[in-house]
Nanobody, 121 residues
Framework: VQLVESGGGLVQPGGSLRLSCAVS????????IGWFRQAPGKEREGVGR????????EYADSVKGRFTISRDNAKNMVYLYMNSLKFEDTAVYYC???????????????WGKGTLVSVSI
């Protein structure tokens, strides 16, 4: 399974950004897709996940109410909509896939290379 993130960039505080994760090489709705981020000098953390079969989502407390994950099964795509961005959202964002919902966040099998999101004035 291959995952490719896109959509990162520079955004001002309070702004919005949409990240995309293109999934290939497997049966899309066999997988849970998670979004993760790693800020400079910090450990990687889970942002949220989506079950591609039924669309069920879960979010970290730090992004709940601001970030939304969705999927397009016809296009094998998962999206991370980020609103009300804060300085502390600056990080490299990764998507990852696993066949088992319970493997999020520590045992995801497949990872993308990441896309950088910078929140700055």
């Amino acid at each position: 399974v291959q995952l490719v993130e896109s959509g990162g960039g520079l955004v001002q505080p309070g702004g919005s950004l949409r990240l995309s994760c293109a999934v290939s090489g497997g049966t899309f709705d066999d997988y849970t897709i998670g979004w993760f981020r790693q800020a400079p000098g910090k450990e990687r953390e889970g942002v949220g996940r989506i079950d591609t079969r039924d669309g069920m989502t879960e979010y970290a407390d730090s992004v709940k109410g601001r970030f939304t994950i969705s999927r397009d099964n016809a296009k094998n795509m998962v999206y991370l909509y980020m609103n009300s961005l804060k300085f502390e959202d600056t990080a490299v964002y990764y998507c990852a896939a696993d066949r088992f919902y319970a493997d999020y966040p520590y045992n995801m099998d497949y990872w993308g290379k990441g896309t950088l999101v910078s929140v700055s004035i």
